[in-house]
């Protein structure tokens, strides 16, 4: 069995400090401490397995399958295969920063609750309500893009879309109601069929560039050639290659949000400090083989200028499988079968997606109201360990997908994937910034990295250089809505997009507002390293954990049951 090394903060230089390892962040009154009852907990419930797949599997969905095709169209596929490498990095930089902290202490309220105790109070209140309005903005859009795959075999005139968005809204809200276990449960077999759909994906791209289609023409890099691997954005020249480039990443930011989705799951993982470390290493091998190898052979199977996948982009606003060009590649191809069954696969990934941002959502009202940012009624869970009254009210905003009965919404869900990735880069800044003030502390107070479970392979560096990169892509998201006079036709008057200009920036200010506006009314200070919080509710974490290792060890050795030798033959073996 896989072990740390521990360290016995009575040996540091905070040891004449009473540490409260008994309870939670800012638990810090007997009121507060009568109100932490069994009825105002998760249950670490989510198993290895669980938490692994989840982290392999939980990201992926339309952004990579569909997501995509708009920016080899504006970009081509040398553009899109940096973009992706680099912000794919930049998201395991994220990703080692928040199992660093997660590893050391599995905190209930998640990210959020890091923000707070390492770096202000007011970065805990301003991420956790940003990282929320994410998750109730994104998964009504979810619920509706399912409809509209839908629409792939039933067409809207036949069956209202409302009827779809209903009855999958009431499925997830079933599987989230009926705790932990079973979301784990679901979710694990769901991010299964999606790991299994992406290796599909890439051996078929292999096959079809090797020239083992039904038309035997291999592609190679005859794309990269005629029409090119750069695609001019705006400006010509190397100033339009850049462009073309840096117009890569917001769509790749998008593709990758939801990684941090493991940092969520922490206070209800059963074994943290051993499943965290291991699904944060996963990351990197996931984002290698998912994403980069994977856009590498997109490049091979369709040009950039191609009609297919310019038609199915302009279709329902490149919202269905007639938009991915993965699709168009089979057309291209000649196969006949295989779309139909593909855009079967993109429901089960946007469901899936609608599915674990409820879950989310809900998980960081929770972690909001844990830390006294938001109202004491959130943190109530029921005997299963699901908070039903932050569950309530997620669930009230996905009434929003109902929008989508109408064809005139679509533009405003558009202006929705606008805000989302904002929100979410705003999210990846916050835990970098997190885990810059975490390694300050620790080296303030002592504690080495042997202490740790799980150690950032770059260390607080890389966090600064990612946090850098990371503000810059923010800043200039919406760069091309400066360019509306060059990218204007030809004797058309050049107009500013001002709703999407809106919708793209709104995030920042709003951040502003939040964090200023807490401290100004709260009296909020910066944490110093040294009296930074690095033992609250240790000591019952690690309490859970002996248990979960001392229920393990006395199973060891028992029958297997049929389903964990269904894992162990399938894609245990494989992960």
């Given at each position: ?10 040996s540091g230089?905070n ?7 008994d309870v939670?962040?800012n ?9 932490e009852?069994s009825?105002h ?5 989510l198993?290895a397995?669980q ?11 339309t952004?990579?399958i569909?997501?995509t ?5 504006q ?10 490498t680099i912000v794919?990095?930049?998201c395991?930089l994220?990703?080692a920063?928040?199992g ?7 905190l209930?309220?998640?990210f ?7 770096v202000d109070p007011?970065?805990?209140?301003c991420?956790?309500w ?10 009504p ?9 839908i ?5 809207r ?9 209903a009855?999958?809204l ?10 932990v ?5 679901f ?10 759909v992406?290796l ?8 079809l560039?090797?020239?083992g289609?039904?038309s035997?023409?291999a592609?190679g890099f ?17 100033a339009?290659?850049?462009?073309a ?12 949000l ?6 969520v ?5 059963a074994n943290p400090?051993?499943?965290i ?13 998912f994403?980069v190898?994977?856009?590498f052979?997109?490049?091979m199977?369709?040009?950039?200028n191609?009609p297919e996948?310019?038609?199915?982009i302009?279709t329902?606003?490149g919202?269905?499988?007639a ?7 089979i057309q ?11 855009n ?11 599915n ?8 960081t ?6 830390e006294?940012k938001?109202?004491?009624i959130?943190?109530?869970t029921?005997?299963r ?5 932050a569950?309530a ?9 109902f929008?989508?009965v109408n ?10 994937v606008?805000?989302v ?5 705003l999210?990846?800044i916050s835990i970098?910034i997190?885990h810059?003030?975490f390694?300050?502390a620790?080296?303030a107070?002592?504690i080495?990295?042997?202490a740790?479970?799980y150690v950032?392979?770059?260390?607080m560096?890389g ?8 503000i ?8 091309a809505?400066f ?5 204007a036709?030809?004797g058309?008057k ?6 999407t ?6 995030g ?8 200023v ?11 110093k390293p040294?009296?930074?919080?690095m033992?609250?509710?240790?000591a019952?974490i690690d309490?859970?954990?002996a248990?979960y290792?001392a ?11 049929k389903?964990?030798?269904v894992y ?8």
């Open positions: 069995m896989e072990t740390h090394n521990t360290y016995n903060p009575s230089p040891s004449e400090k009473p540490i409260r390892e939670d962040v638990v810090s009154s007997a009121d507060d401490l009568t109100r009852d009825n907990h998760l249950h670490r419930g198993k397995r938490i692994t797949m989840i982290a392999i599997g939980g990201a992926i969905g952004g990579l569909i997501g095709g708009k920016s080899l169209v970009a081509g596929p040398a553009p899109l295969f940096i973009g992706y794919g990095f930049l395991f994220v990703m920063a928040l660093e902290m997660a590893s050391w202490l599995p209930p309220s998640g959020t609750g890091y923000a707070t105790r390492f007011a970065l805990g209140f991420l956790g940003n990282y929320w309005f994410k998750y109730i903005i994104v998964t859009n979810n619920l509706t893009a399912a409809s509209l795959v629409q792939y075999w039933i067409d005139d036949r069956v209202n879309p409302g009827v779809f968005i009855v999958f009431v499925v997830i809200v079933c599987i989230n109601y009926f705790g276990k079973f979301f784990g449960e979710e694990f077999w769901l991010s299964s069929i999606k790991v299994t992406i599909g994906l890439i051996l078929l791209s292999l096959i560039a090797c020239g289609g039904p035997h023409h592609t005859q794309y990269w050639k005629n029409p090119g691997a750069f695609h001019e954005y705006i400006l010509t020249g190397s339009g290659r850049f462009l480039v840096w117009s890569t990443f917001t769509t790749a930011v998008f593709a990758y939801g990684t941090e989705l493991v940092g799951t922490v206070g209800e993982a400090r051993k499943v470390p291991r699904a944060i290493k996963l990351t990197f091998f996931r984002i290698l083989l994403y190898l994977l856009i052979l997109l490049g199977l369709v040009p950039y191609s996948l310019k038609a199915g302009s329902n606003g919202a269905t499988a938009s991915s060009p993965f699709v168009v590649a291209i191809s000649g196969i006949k079968v295989l779309p139909g069954i593909l079967a696969c993109v429901l089960i990934f946007v469901f899936s997606a609608a674990s941002d409820l879950y989310i959502a809900s998980r009202l929770f972690g909001l109201a844990h006294h938001a109202p004491h959130f943190t109530y029921d005997k360990g699901v908070p039903i009254f569950l009210l997620s669930v009230a905003f996905c009434l929003l997908a929008l989508g064809t005139a919404s679509y533009t405003v869900f558009s202006y929705f606008n805000l990735t904002m929100f979410g880069l999210t990846w970098l997190s810059i003030f390694v300050r620790r080296r107070q002592g080495p990295n042997s740790l479970a950032s392979p770059l260390g560096w966090s600064v250089g990612a946090l850098i990169f990371c810059l892509i923010a800043f200039f998201k919406g760069f809505l360019a509306y006079k060059a990218t036709a030809k058309t050049p107009v500013f997009d001002t709703n200009f809106v919708t793209t920036y709104l920042i200010p709003l951040y502003i507002i939040m964090f506006g807490y401290k100004i009314i709260m009296k909020s200070e910066f944490v040294e009296s930074a919080d033992y609250g509710g240790k019952r309490a859970e954990e248990e290792l229920a393990e060890a006395a199973k060891k050795g028992g029958p297997e049951t389903l964990e030798k162990r033959l399938t894609v245990g073996n494989l992960f």
